[in-house]
């Protein structure tokens, strides 16, 4: 009998709490019945800092059942902190991670066990198509994923974060101590048997996204940063096509200068070059001020979360 954990990270989730609780208690009670887990497993709700009465609801639900806890973080630490605050902490054969929206379809649960019983030591839920989506999110996706498989960085492509873990595969997740998470990233590196397991997803039930596009952006940023150090190659040949394009430029500049009447004295070696070379300056400091920033937060060693209370 296997003991199952599942962890839903949760923040500012007040309107959907109740539905998803609901849901995934019948699943959970339906695979006890079937007897695919223990009698003691159950459903783990951890509060990322919410602002609204999500921790107060999960109070409630765990007075009225036992098989439903939580775990509340002493402020909000993002969504791959409280997701890695679950991991780390529940205990379990198996742990399955997904999100609190109900867009990850619960029902492929019962196959991803299947999948750890022949073997596999982590199971992704892997969206079967994105048709569901906005031309511009699904292009995207589709760019960022081969801009990743660029960079030699291991990520399956349209998973996020619905995946199953055995306890052996968390004690290989503990020995990663970095600040900078990205799990997505950080798991496929942890080895051991894998297996995937496909799914439609299901419209938000309730409630906004808690991924808007400027935090899709950060952590789009997050992966390649924390995986790939080829953006800074990139500032060193982009440095050389850049001078080669001053060294055309001055060359156009003297032509006109000594060939034509029709120079400005003083602007093309002026306002060309300051403007190129500014603009390329600043995007190179970005670069390297988001890998320095990246090593500031890993030298501090600051924990990831603060459990402050758990049920």
Request: proline share 4%.
């Amino acid at each position: 009998m296997t003991h199952l954990s599942i962890v839903v990270p949760c923040f500012n989730e007040e309107e959907v709490l109740p539905e998803s609780a609901t849901r995934l208690l019948l699943l959970l009670q339906r695979l006890m019945h079937q007897g695919y887990v223990s009698t003691d497993s159950k459903i783990y709700f951890i509060d990322d800092g919410s602002e609204d009465a999500t921790w107060s609801l999960i109070e409630a639900m765990n007075i009225e059942n036992p098989q439903i806890s939580g775990i509340k973080l002493s402020r909000n630490r993002g969504h791959q902190n409280a997701l890695l605050a679950g991991l780390l902490t529940v205990p379990g054969d198996v742990v399955i991670s997904l999100d609190a929206d109900l867009q990850d379809d619960i029902e492929i649960i019962p196959k991803m066990l299947a999948e750890f019983n022949q073997g596999s030591e982590i199971v992704y839920g892997v969206r079967a198509q994105r048709t569901s989506d906005s031309f511009f999110k699904r292009f995207t996706a589709q760019r960022y994923y081969k801009l990743m498989s660029y960079f030699d960085i291991d990520i399956v492509p349209d998973h996020a974060d619905y995946r199953l873990m055995t306890r052996r595969a968390l004690q290989a997740l503990q020995s990663f101590n970095e600040v900078n998470l990205f799990l997505r990233g950080v798991i496929p590196l942890l080895g051991f048997k894998t297996a995937k397991t496909y799914y439609e997803r299901q419209p938000r039930f309730a409630g906004e996204t808690k991924y808007p596009l400027h935090k899709m952006l950060a952590l789009a940023f997050e992966g390649i940063t924390s995986f790939s150090s080829a953006p800074l190659k990139w500032i060193t040949w982009l440095g050389g096509l850049i001078s080669l394009g001053a060294i055309v430029t001055g060359g156009w500049a003297l032509f006109i200068k000594l060939f034509t009447d029709t120079a400005i004295p003083g602007w093309a070696s002026i306002v060309v070059p300051i403007y190129f070379l500014g603009g390329l300056q600043m995007l190179s400091l970005g670069i390297i001020g988001g890998y320095l920033a990246k090593i500031y937060s890993e030298t501090k060693r600051r924990p990831r979360f603060i459990i402050e209370k758990a049920l």
